[in-house]
Each structure stands twice: as structure tokens, then as C-alpha cells.
């Protein structure tokens, strides 16, 4: 059984993926469409960010735990493996061509229903078992602390993307 401690954690886990639609319309509004769509190097553009995080909330995080929920101990494809490969989903979809404003109503309306799912857990839901494919035996809260580290690498990612929007603008008001 999870003790009182675990769930207070994962009040504050599940919390802290409620901040993140905010956090990224904050950071959205603060750049351009040309800004959206700027790449450094391999990392994804600000757009490609955000599609990418609709896509893996849509197809990945919300059907996780929907099944981690309904069925016994079900066994989930990794996300991190080939065939979901991030980079590559990025331009077989054309991400960067996305309209950005829809791709984070999506993104935000998926989170709802997914923290819809995980804020009135239990004990025994909270602890209820899937064999994550490349990871092993996982548990939802597992799973929810795979989301928020998730959720912490895009935001940090595209804080950086703000940052360097915010010096090209002093710099070209030069």
C-alpha cells in the first residue's frame, strides 16, 4: 500500500503536470510565428515542441493509463523505440507546418482529460502494474513521474527557445 507521503507526492506530480499547459502558452505567446518555427541544429523548433507533446499525450500518455487503469498488468509499447521515433514523427507530419494555436488547444484539452483520470486515484490504482516495453514492470505513479520529467525536458527546451527569441529581438533593435 502506498503510504500518505507517496500520495501527497503524487498530488504535487500530478499538479505540476496541470502548470504545464499554462507554462507553454505563456512561452508560446512570447514568440513570433517565425520564432515557432526556428530550428537550432537537430532540436525540435518551438512547433515541433508542442506537436510533439499532443502527440505523445494523445497517443501515448492517455492511452497508457486508460490501459494501466482498465486491463490486468498490460504490456505497452515504449515510446522511445524506432517506431515511435520523435524526430522522425516530427517530418512525417510536418509538424513545423502545423498551426501552432490549434496543436496546443489539442495538447491542452488531452492533458484535461488525462489529469481528469489520475485526480481522484487511490492506492490501489496508483499501484496498479503494466510492463513498459524496454523499461520493464512499471507502475501508474511510475508512469506519471515518467510524464512529468517528460513535460520538464520540453518546457526546459522550449524556455531556451524563448531565451534566444528574446536576444534576437534586443539584438535586431539594435
Known amino acids: 500500500m502506498i503510504a500518505c507521503m ?3 507526492d503524487l498530488e504535487r506530480l500530478i499538479k505540476f503536470l496541470g502548470q504545464t ?3 507553454l502558452a505563456s512561452l508560446f505567446q512570447q514568440l513570433s ?16 515542441n508542442i506537436c510533439h507533446l499532443r502527440g505523445i499525450e494523445i497517443e501515448g500518455y492517455g492511452e497508457r493509463i486508460v490501459r494501466i487503469l482498465e486491463e ?20 512525417e507530419r510536418d509538424y513545423n507546418n502545423q498551426d501552432a494555436k490549434a496543436a496546443l488547444a489539442d495538447f491542452i484539452d488531452a492533458r484535461s482529460r488525462n489529469l481528469n483520470l489520475l485526480k481522484d486515484l487511490g492506492p490501489n490504482q496508483v499501484a496498479r502494474e503494466a510492463t513498459l516495453e524496454g523499461v520493464g514492470v512499471i507502475t501508474l505513479e511510475k508512469l506519471i513521474e515518467l510524464m512529468v520529467e ?4 520540453h518546457v526546459a527546451e522550449l524556455q531556451t527557445i524563448s531565451r534566444r527569441s528574446q536576444r534576437r529581438s534586443k539584438t535586431s533593435a539594435v
Open 6 to 8: 507517496a500520495l501527497h
Open 21 to 23: 499547459p499554462v507554462v
Open 33 to 48: 510565428q517565425a520564432d515557432l518555427n526556428l530550428k537550432d541544429s537537430d532540436e525540435f523548433s518551438a512547433l515541433e
Open 72 to 91: 490486468d498488468s498490460p504490456s505497452l509499447p515504449d515510446l522511445a523505440l524506432p517506431d515511435l521515433d520523435g524526430a522522425l514523427l516530427a517530418i
Open 150 to 153: 517528460h513535460d520538464q525536458g
